[in-house]
Nanobody, 121 residues
């Protein structure tokens, strides 16, 4: 009943920028926390950034000052602006949304399909 569509990944040179988007659609009453995770080859999934419904943000130490998470509740969309990208940012990035369903007002966890970000010269 809820679908997430990620976009914005790609290949970028070190020092470059990318903007990821994750749009939710379907039977949505409200979205609480919105998070971005990533998984690099051979590494465990890690939380990159998160934003609450009140707009409070948190970041992994490794991306603080370079990445910015934001949300547009009118569009049910979360963004991740990534600047000053480094090769170690290479990973598959996933959005994770806590969606309160319109049909029963219960919160469910939804994941995007993942988008590849490759930072290389």
């Amino acid at each position: 009943q809820v679908q997430l569509v990620e976009s914005g990944g790609g290949l970028v040179q070190p020092g470059g920028s990318l903007r990821l988007s994750c749009a939710a659609s379907g039977s949505i009453f409200r979205i609480n926390d919105m998070d971005w995770y990533r998984r690099a080859p051979g590494r465990e999934r890690e939380l990159v950034a998160g934003i609450t419904s009140g707009g409070r943000t948190n970041y992994a130490y490794s991306v603080k000052g370079r990445f910015t998470i934001s949300r547009d509740d009118a569009k049910n969309t979360v963004y991740l602006q990534m600047n000053s990208l480094k090769p170690e940012d290479t990973a598959v990035y996933y959005c994770n949304l806590q969606v309160v369903a319109a049909w029963n007002r219960i919160s469910y966890d939804y994941w995007g399909q993942g988008t590849q970000v490759t930072v290389s010269s």
